[in-house]
T-cell receptor, first 112, second 116 residues
Framework: QKEVEQNSGPLSVPEGAIASLNCTYS??????FFWYRQYSGKSPELIMF????GDKEDGRFTAQLNKASQYVSLLIRDSQPSDSATYLC????????????FGTGTRLKVLA | GAVVSQHPSRVICKSGTSVKIECRSL??????MFWYRQFPKQSLMLMAT?????????EQGVEKDKFLINHASLTLSTLTVTSAHPEDSSFYIC????????????FGPGTRLTVT
């Protein structure tokens, strides 16, 4: 069974610190990886996607992908209280299907 | 942009009735739309994949006769929950792919269904 795992948290970090969120996946053939942010009672919003090994930066966010170790992470620099939310990792395990498998999400709390 | 809307945002219905939820892509034509369900403190579970002009593909364990999906155009998909029961109460969210080259999904704001 294809699985995506995340630590449910909560992960608490002080304002201004770096928040590090991790995600592991079981299907070695997975090629597309996404990070979404979901505020309580709202739907997910796309933060960024990554397809190749290495780092991808977008503003305060950096996604890191290591296919050999089957993990993808999200770093949030200069964390703000407004970043407090649940962060969902999504993976497309079967290329060409465009179907996501979501992790259970990590709840992040940024303390002012 | 890639804006997806859903209507209604909240609905309360009585057990045994049917409820229709609309999902629209506002500024793009969606090649594929997806329907998810999310229970409290759980992640999103894919219910079905919907392509314009063809039958929806349902995930294992999802009753296609209970959750009717119609993808009438490239900008509209509807989910009808038939003969709703309290256990169907959930947060229903649709998403859309913007382009055949895109893997990203853009999510609607969700519909909170409560069955009494």
């Amino acid at each position: 069974q294809k699985e995506v795992e995340q630590n449910s948290g909560p992960l608490s970090v002080p304002e201004g610190a770096i928040a590090s969120l991790n995600c592991t996946y079981s299907d070695r053939g997975s090629q597309s990886f996404f990070w979404y942010r979901q505020y309580s009672g709202k739907s997910p919003e796309l933060i960024m996607f990554i397809y190749s090994n290495g780092d991808k930066e977008d503003g305060r966010f950096t996604a890191q992908l290591n296919k050999a170790s089957q993990y993808v992470s999200l770093l949030i620099r200069d964390s703000q209280p407004s970043d407090s939310a649940t962060y969902l990792c999504a993976v497309i395990p079967v290329p060409g299907t465009y179907k996501y498998i979501f992790g259970t999400g990590t709840r992040l709390k940024v303390l002012a | 942009g890639a804006v997806v809307s859903q209507h209604p945002s909240r609905v309360i219905c009585k057990s045994g009735t049917s409820v229709k939820i609309e999902c629209r892509s506002l500024d793009f034509q969606a090649t594929t739309m997806f329907w998810y369900r999310q229970f409290p403190k759980q992640s999103l579970m894919l219910m079905a994949t919907s392509n314009e002009g063809s039958k929806a593909t349902y995930e294992q364990g999802v009753e296609k006769d209970k959750f009717l999906i119609n993808h009438a155009s490239l900008t509209l998909s509807t989910l009808t929950v038939t003969s709703a029961h309290p256990e169907d109460s959930s947060f229903y969210i649709c998403s859309a792919r913007r382009d055949r080259r895109d893997n990203e999904q853009y999510f609607g704001p969700g519909t909170r269904l409560t069955v009494t």
